[in-house]
Nanobody
Framework: QVRLVETGGGSVQAGGSLRLSCVAS?????MGWFRQAPDKARERVAT???????TYAESVKGRFTISRDNAKNTLYLRMNSLQPEDTAMYYC????????????????WGRGTQVTVSS
C-alpha cells in the first residue's frame, strides 16, 4: 500500500505561482499529478518515471515542472504563470506499471489539494 499526501494548494491571481508537494510512503515506477475541475474529466497534468523521464499535458508545457526528491520521498509540481483554467483539484498518483497510459493504471491516489486561480 502506498500513502500519498498532497499539500501546497491555495488561491492565487492569474500569473502567479504555486508549488504542490506530495509526500509518498513509497515510490512506484511512475508518479504523477492529475487534476479535475468541476464537471470535467480528470486530466493527467505531468508524470515522472523512475528513470527521470517526464511528460506533460500540452496545456501546461513550459509552465509546470514535475520533480521528485528521492531522499524525502516527495513529489513536486511547480506551477508558474497560472491561469484561471488551471483551477482544479490536484491529485498525486502512483503507478506500478512501466508505462501507464490511463488514469486507471495509477493504483494509488492522494486526496487532493485545491488550486484556485482568479483573473
Amino acid at each position: 500500500q502506498v500513502r500519498l499526501v498532497e499539500t501546497g494548494g491555495g488561491s492565487v491571481q492569474a500569473g502567479g505561482s504555486l508549488r504542490l508537494s506530495c509526500v509518498a510512503s513509497a515510490y512506484r515506477m511512475c508518479m504523477g499529478w492529475f487534476r479535475q475541475a468541476p464537471d470535467k474529466a480528470r486530466e493527467r497534468v505531468a508524470t515522472i518515471h523512475s528513470s527521470g523521464t517526464t511528460t506533460y499535458a500540452e496545456s501546461v508545457k513550459g509552465r509546470f515542472t514535475i520533480s521528485r526528491d528521492n531522499a524525502k520521498n516527495t513529489l513536486y509540481l511547480r506551477m508558474n504563470s497560472l491561469q484561471p483554467e488551471d483551477t482544479a483539484m490536484y491529485y498525486c498518483a502512483a503507478s506500478s506499471r512501466f508505462i501507464p497510459t490511463t488514469a486507471a493504471d495509477f493504483g494509488y491516489w492522494g486526496r487532493g489539494t485545491q488550486v484556485t486561480v482568479s483573473s
